[in-house]
């Protein structure tokens, strides 16, 4: 099935730096959504966005919903320990088609 | 409260095998999901039920597979004569409404086929 363009698929980064990925579609999406999942665990909802230019943030993590509708990107500052995780960005196309996700990046910090 | 539930947390089984996974969403939530998410992808859709009714089945993959929410509460995918290519973690979700809301999900049932 349809999977959303994600990058990097992977990031090793110093624990206090800066993170960001982003999510990339041939079709638009009028919802973006951004979620985190940890081992074992289903995806969890960080931000979500419904607007094209929407820029929202959600304590260290920013997200914005590109002008085109076809992108997305999340930033994590001053990364932690705890953000270790694979992150997901999923669109949708109207409210009720389902989520298509993106193949995930994960997060590795180094502390 | 509790949040979405799935049992088994772990299914092996063998080749050709009939399995069935259990989904116990939110309470109140009428719309539930699921989806099928393997070793280094993101998940991807399978079923969304409204109530009792499947609202949209497209991503389910072959006749093998099957979903009922006979009660409009809990769920249970059904798939027949299993595939090793069936190996995945199915994931529930549900949310409060409508697919726009907030979909919470479970943990996931890991199924390996052998």
């Known amino acids: 099935g349809q999977q959303l363009n994600q990058s990097p698929q992977s990031m090793f980064i110093q624990e206090g730096e800066d993170v960001s990925m982003n999510c990339t579609s041939s079709?638009?999406?009028?919802?973006w959504l951004w979620y985190k999942q940890d081992p074992g665990e289903g995806p969890v909802l960080l931000i979500a966005?419904?607007?094209?230019?929407e820029l929202t943030s959600n304590g260290r993590l920013t997200a914005q919903f590109g002008i085109t509708r076809k992108d997305s990107f999340l930033n994590i500052s001053a990364s932690i320990p705890s953000d270790v995780g694979i992150y997901f960005c999923?669109?949708?196309?109207?409210?009720?088609?389902?989520?298509?996700f993106g193949k995930g990046t994960r997060l590795s910090v180094i502390a | 409260g509790a949040g979405v539930s799935q049992t088994p947390s772990n299914k092996v089984t063998e080749k050709g095998k009939y399995v069935e996974l259990r989904c116990d969403p939110i309470s109140g939530h009428t719309a539930l999901y699921w989806y099928r998410q393997s070793l280094g992808q993101g998940p991807e859709f399978l079923i969304y039920f409204q109530g009792t009714g499947a609202a949209d089945d497209s991503g389910l993959p072959n006749d093998r597979f099957f979903a009922v929410r006979p009660e409009g509460s809990v769920s249970t995918l059904k798939i027949q004569r299993t595939e090793r290519g069936d190996s995945a973690v199915y994931l529930c979700?549900?949310?409060?409404?409508?697919?726009?809301?907030?979909?919470?999900f479970g943990p996931g049932t890991r199924l390996t086929v052998l």
């Open positions: 966005l419904y607007k094209a230019g």
């Open positions: 999923a669109g949708q196309k109207s409210g009720n088609t389902p989520l298509v």
């Open positions: 079709s638009i999406f009028n919802t």
């Open positions: 979700a549900s949310s409060l409404t409508k697919s726009a809301d907030t979909q919470y």
